[in-house]
């Protein structure tokens, strides 16, 4: 008998859940194969490993999909949420979570793919012309003192940036409202731009924003009308338009980009805390900067101070000297004039009587000439006597000697007739007659023929005082050239300052 506890045969068969997972995968990929797939991309995502996950939607459905890393290079687009695309791939299934998914391997725009074209189209065009080159983008200011917003002024952007510049840095905030989507949306944003331009007060910086939306919800912002108006803006401008991963051509145009409305009020106005924090912290440094110099001079001047003389002891000694000096020349001055005129006196007492010495000299004097005239004829006849018997004998010797040379000469002229012999002969005679004229010079008839006269009487003595000489005597002048007689009128007496008349 079975035992009824024992399970019940089946004939359904068994599998393991990796075969279920294998066998539906093998189906879907053989009944499929390639196809091609529209719908709009959500949910995209980029890894760090460059696969892209994303989804596709319509209506009624959503399928997974993914794009490997060797095919994100192939794609003909950049793939982006709210795009509807056209995807060509394969399905396929993924066992570990039950479920199955598109892998992309081309994709192209569909449906909004013409709208997107004429994008694409409008923006090269426009970095054509150069209106998206960097060197186009302003700075925004530090601190703008009015901020300009162009949006709508229903929802909760502009909300959004009144919070966040009133909790950062309270601003003059000026709005211009203006339809974000629709029929002439994009003329009045345009207009509003220009608007801000010539405004009284001028905003410092402009924000145009916008909340999120498809892509035809955001076309006003892709308008040529609009990026041309961003692109010759004056005022720095902030593009705000979407979410983060929208991308308008307006962004290209304005001078920053904020990925949310919320952004670019932060981009506009600093945080308060910041810029105390930061302006604390700069004050902090710049004291303990000056701190450190002033430590830096002070200790520079303790060390030229040490190095520097005591200049009060300095001036005190110099004024000490001064007063010193200046005492001592007070008292030096009657003593200098005090020893002058003592030294004065003394050699005052040692002169001799002046006028006594010159009484003794006139008298030592007359004497002396008295007994010169006294002695004078008797010196001048035994000088005559003598010069004229010395003068005959050396004239007589001399003519006895140069006669002899004279002879002496002519024989050796005789005997030599050699030219340098005659030179020495020539030297010879020369010295003889420089010493016949040194000889001649020292005779009592040169004395003579210098102007000289020799007074005789008749007797031939000669008369060496005028005294001797009586009037009418008979006298005998003799020169050097002969001799003239002359008689005697009288005589003088020598003037008192020693000269004879005549």
Known sequence: MDDPRAPLASNVPEYTVSEISGAVKRTLEGTFGRIRVRGEITELKRYPSGHVYLSLKDEGAKIAGV?????????AMTPENGVEVIATGRISAYGERSSYQLIIERMEY????ALLARI??????????GLFDAARKRPLPLLPKVIGVVSSERGAVIQDIRTTIARRFPRTLLLWPVPVQGEGAA???????????????????????RGGGSLEDLMAFNEEIVVRAAASCPIPLISAVGHETDTTLIDFAADRRAPTPTAAAEMAVPARADLVADLEHKAARLVGGLNR??????????????????LPALVGGARQRLDDRAERLGLALPNLLERRRAALVTVERRLPDLPALLRAQRQRVEERGVRLVLALPNLVAGRRSAVDLAGHKLLACLRHAVGRIHNQANRVLGRLSDAP???????ARARLEGAAARLESVSPLAVLARGYALVTDPAGHPLTSAGAVKPGARLTLQFADGSVRATADGARRPDRQGELAL
């Open 67 to 75: 794009v490997w890393k060797s095919a994100v290079s192939r794609l």
């Open 110 to 113: 569909a449906g909004a793919g």
């Open 120 to 129: 694409e189209m409008l923006r090269q065009r426009l970095a054509a012309e």
């Open 187 to 209: 003329e009045k944003i345009a207009a509003a731009i220009n608007g801000f331009c010539h405004a009284h007060p001028r905003p410092d910086v402009l924000i145009v924003a």
């Open 293 to 310: 110099v002033v430590q830096e001079r002070r200790l520079r001047l303790s060390r030229a101070e040490r190095g520097l003389p005591d």
């Open 421 to 427: 012999v005659r030179g020495g002969i020539r030297e």
